[in-house]
């Protein structure tokens, strides 16, 4: 079992950068990928990022709408994976959910590759 804990949103205006947390407890942390998700009003969950597990250390994924503005990242020691989002738009607004993915995958995309998921954080970016 793995429990998944969000923080950090909050409203920005754009162009400001911010960082959201998530902290992992239960299974080793180390031991599966973790990714970003988010999810706007009226719109289907998308993927944002993915950090591989100790396997493949130091592998990243992101998706097309973010590449260059934001970077994921985890510290295995703290059990946590960071979202720093730079150049915030006001398209970013979304609630912003992290998850465990436990089967072994590298960098899964999609949203049925995970197993566990946060409650996650809304950020909204104004103009």
């Known amino acids: 079992q793995v429990q998944l804990v969000e923080s950090g949103g909050g409203l920005v205006q754009a162009g400001v950068s911010l960082t959201l947390s998530c902290s992992a407890s239960?299974?080793?942390?180390?031991?599966?990928?973790m990714g970003w998700f988010r999810q706007a009003p009226g719109k289907e969950r998308e993927f944002v990022a993915a950090?591989?597990?100790?396997?493949?250390?130091?592998?990243?994924y992101y998706a097309d709408s973010v590449k260059g503005r934001f970077t994921i990242s985890r510290d295995n020691a703290k059990n946590t994976v960071y979202l720093q989002m730079n150049n915030l738009k006001p398209e970013d607004t979304a609630i912003y959910y992290c998850?465990?993915?436990?089967?072994?995958?590298?960098?899964?995309?999609?949203?049925?590759?995970?197993?566990?998921w946060g409650q996650g954080t809304q950020v909204t970016v104004s103009s």
């Open positions: 998850a465990g993915d436990t089967s072994g995958r590298l960098l899964p995309r999609r949203t049925y590759d995970y197993d566990y």
């Open positions: 239960g299974r080793s942390f180390s031991s599966y990928a």
């Open positions: 950090i591989s597990w100790r396997l493949g250390i130091g592998m990243t």
